[in-house]
């Protein structure tokens, strides 16, 4: 089954080419097609034996607009290149690759997304369910979804408008929205609010605006939030403020300031790269080329950590809505982002653990991507969800609807299941407690809840490492008892049943987090040191260093000699 969306004119012809696993053509067929335009045209056919892959081509009379096709399931590839009347698409076995699941109809466009330690879903919008501006610009319209039932609970915040906020994640759970307001004209840039799990309530306000601000906790639970727009305040004066909240109340940090060392490239204070570092420091990788540390004490310092283009990188450029990720103890992993008026498939390293950062280039993408999200699984594998190749917002004509999974010890990419919908600007995704993955939203418009690009919707991505090679799913092990609370340097038993429970491979705590426009600063992960007891008894070590392993709730995942993860228990560190 094949449907695939025109914009701006008809298919006249489609070819449905049959391979085998060598790439081989077993049969072609060539179906004349009656579409007019904007609307989905639909195929079924018949695969002969053998079948491994398939090509559909698709004509039109004039320039092709390709928006998605959806091949087996979900499993296809983007159209590759061709002429300008052809696009292809290419069915990925399921087998390896994973599994997306049904689209999941939501109660709003999840633009915002928090994980909450019970294991639920925190996500908003705008001041509608698919709009940023609305009747109330004060509004936020909210939702928690349950993957256990798939049922929403409605938890909007009527005094704040947070679209576009800052995002974070404190100590026992709590989630900080800084600033944000999109588009209202108001003071929703200063506001910040924090959820607890039931309910919103305010905070004071920050100091300075900051809309498309980053948020970064630190270990002692304090929060820095940094640049951002002045939502058209002070007649649409750019913020390179940073304030500072810690023990209930904020401070303008007047000693850090990134005016004129973040320029050059398009709203260049949206969103900046911001992480905290193994020294307790805030380490700014970009957008840009310029790096930073950020001290936090007193007024703020700033100290200048030379470019990305430095240890033998000549060709790093302005990664607008890239994604910025710490995958390891001090590692920071860029992807992706608008290189001039394209995406980029590129990807860096930029190790922070030494006084002086090194940047190391990573193996290219398998498809260039901007607006996409980046996520950890419990193997210590990379995936990469969703974007376009064009870089422009809300432009579907480019999507990537295939994910793609990096592998850190061979410094590889492979391309993975493909999702049914397009997941580019305003669309957010984070880790299920299951090891699966969530992706929702997209689209957004300001004014117009009917744009074709708005996805008020959601899918779960069921990563290759959850099935047998013949494409069953696998047995899984089980964490049977385990401590809800553990401090720093603290050795603590895990029991495993199930799956290859007497010879585990790797305990990995993967921290609960927070993501919107491609940001997310809470994600990162540990693999334990441990010690194998017998009978399936496991005896683990937690980090010592809280600028590494942040205060907070964490997904301790156990996987077996097969890289098959368990479901995680969640664990909270402290102090």
């Not at 940094?226 to 403020?241: E, H, K, M, P, R």
């Not at 300001?446 to 996805?455: C, G, L, Q, S, T």
């Not at 899984?476 to 553990?486: A, G, K, L």
Request: hydrophobic letters at 35%; a negative charge; proline letters at 5%.
């Amino acid at each position: 089954s094949c449907q695939a969306k025109r914009s701006n004119s008809n298919w006249t012809s489609m070819t449905l080419n049959y391979l085998n696993s060598s790439f081989a053509s077993l049969a072609s067929e060539l179906t004349p097609i009656t579409s007019t335009g904007y609307q989905n045209y639909s195929a079924t056919a018949t695969a002969p034996a053998n079948t491994r892959y398939a090509v559909v081509t698709l004509y039109s009379e004039s320039t092709a607009h390709f928006d998605n096709c959806v091949l087996g399931g979900g499993n296809v590839a983007p159209p590759p290149p061709s002429n300008p009347t052809v696009q292809e698409s290419v069915i990925i076995p399921s087998s390896g690759n994973g599994l997306w699941g049904a689209v999941q109809q939501w109660p709003v466009t999840a633009t915002h997304m928090a994980n909450l330690p019970d294991g639920r879903i925190l996500a908003w919008a705008g001041a509608t369910e698919d709009t940023i501006r609305g009747p109330n610009n004060n509004y936020t319209q909210g939702t928690i979804y349950n993957p256990n039932n798939s049922t929403f609970q409605e938890v909007d915040n009527p005094t704040h408008a947070m679209f576009c906020a800052g995002i974070s994640i404190l100590s026992d759970g709590t989630v900080f929205a800084a600033g944000g307001g999109g588009q209202t004209y108001n003071n929703n840039s200063k506001k910040v609010s924090i959820f607890n799990g039931n309910s919103w309530s305010r905070l004071a306000d920050m100091p300075n605006f900051h809309w498309y601000g980053t948020a970064v906790v630190d270990a002692n639970d304090d929060v820095l939030v940094s640049i951002g727009q002045g939502a058209n305040i002070n007649n649409g004066t750019d913020t390179y403020a940073t304030d500072f909240y810690s023990n209930g109340a904020w401070n303008d940090l007047t000693g850090v300031s990134l005016e004129g060392v973040d320029s050059g490239g398009f709203a260049p204070f949206n969103y900046p790269y911001m992480h905290l570092s193994p020294r307790g420091t805030v380490f700014h990788s970009g957008r840009n080329l310029p790096m930073h540390e950020i001290t936090t004490t007193g007024n703020g310092s700033v100290v200048s950590k030379g470019s990305r283009n430095q240890d033998g990188i000549t060709d790093e450029f302005y990664r607008r809505y890239g994604t910025a990720v710490m995958i390891d103890e001090g590692k920071i992993m860029i992807t992706g982002g608008t290189a001039g008026d394209r995406s980029s498939n590129t990807s860096v390293l930029i190790d922070i653990n030494g006084t002086n950062p090194v940047v190391t280039r990573l193996a290219n993408m398998q498809f260039a991507r901007t607006h996409h999200n980046t996520h950890i699984l419990p193997n210590g594998e990379i995936l990469v969800v969703g974007g376009n190749r064009s870089g422009i917002i809300y432009d579907e004509s480019t999507t990537n609807v295939v994910s793609e999974i990096y592998n850190p010890a061979t410094d590889t990419w492979r391309s993975v299941a493909a999702m049914s919908v397009p997941r580019d600007y305003h669309s957010s995704g984070l880790l299920l407690r299951d090891g699966r993955i969530l992706a929702a939203g997209g689209g957004l418009d300001v004014d117009d809840p009917e744009a074709f690009y708005n996805h008020r919707d959601a899918e779960i991505y069921e990563p290759p490492y959850l099935f047998n090679a013949n494409g069953t799913r696998a047995a899984r092990p089980i964490i049977n008892s385990v401590p809800t609370n553990i401090g720093y340097g603290q050795t603590f038993n895990v029991n495993i049943t199930g799956s290859g429970a007497s010879d585990m491979k790797r305990f990995s705590m993967i921290r609960l987090s927070s993501a919107t426009h491609s940001m997310n600063t809470d994600l990162r992960q540990d693999a334990l040191n441990f010690t194998n007891l017998g009978n399936g008894n496991y005896q683990l070590t937690s980090h010592t260093n809280p600028n590494v392993v942040v205060p907070g709730y964490y997904f301790l995942f156990a996987s077996n000699s097969s890289g098959v993860p368990s479901a995680a228990k969640v664990i909270q560190i402290t102090r």
